[in-house]
Nanobody, 122 residues
Framework: QVQLVESGGGLVQPGGSLRLSCAAS???????????MGWFRQAPGKQRELVAG???????NYANSVKGRFTISWDNAKNTVYLQMNSLKSEDPAVYYC?????????????WGQGTQVTVSS
C-alpha cells in the first residue's frame, strides 16, 4: 500500500505564493507502479476538481483556471510531487488533495492524501 501525505498549505495574501508537497511512502513496489499524480481541490459547496496532473514521464496538464499560475512537478528520487502556486486569487481557497494512479485513466485513482487547507485572505 501507499500513503500520501500533503503539506505546505496555509494562509496567504492575494497575489502570494505557496508550495504544496505530496510525499508518497509505503511499499516501494507499489510506489514504482504509480504513473500519474494529480492535485485536486474542493471548496465548500463545490465539486472536487482536478487542478493539475503529471505523469511519471513528465507530461503535465492544468485546469484553465490555474494555467500560468500553478506548476506541478515530480521528484522521483524523493517520491514527492509538488504544486507551486503563484499569484493566488480569492477563488483558489480550498482543501487541496493529491492522488495517485497506477493507470492513467483520468478518473480512477488508487491512493488519496488527507488534504491540506489553502486560505487566501488579506
Amino acid at each position: 500500500q501507499v500513503q500520501l501525505v500533503e503539506s505546505g498549505g496555509g494562509l496567504v495574501q492575494p497575489g502570494g505564493s505557496l508550495r504544496l508537497s505530496c510525499a508518497a511512502s509505503g511499499s516501494i513496489f507499489s510506489i514504482i507502479r504509480i504513473n500519474f499524480m494529480g492535485w485536486f481541490r474542493q471548496a465548500p459547496g463545490k465539486q472536487r476538481e482536478l487542478v493539475a496532473g503529471i505523469t511519471r514521464g513528465g507530461s503535465t496538464n492544468y485546469a484553465n483556471s490555474v494555467k500560468g499560475r500553478f506548476t506541478i512537478s515530480w521528484d522521483n528520487a524523493k517520491n514527492t510531487v509538488y504544486l507551486q502556486m503563484n499569484s493566488l486569487k480569492s477563488e483558489d481557497p480550498a482543501v487541496y488533495y493529491c492522488a495517485a494512479a497506477k493507470v492513467v485513466t483520468g478518473t480512477q485513482y488508487d491512493y488519496w492524501g488527507q488534504g491540506t487547507q489553502v486560505t487566501v485572505s488579506s
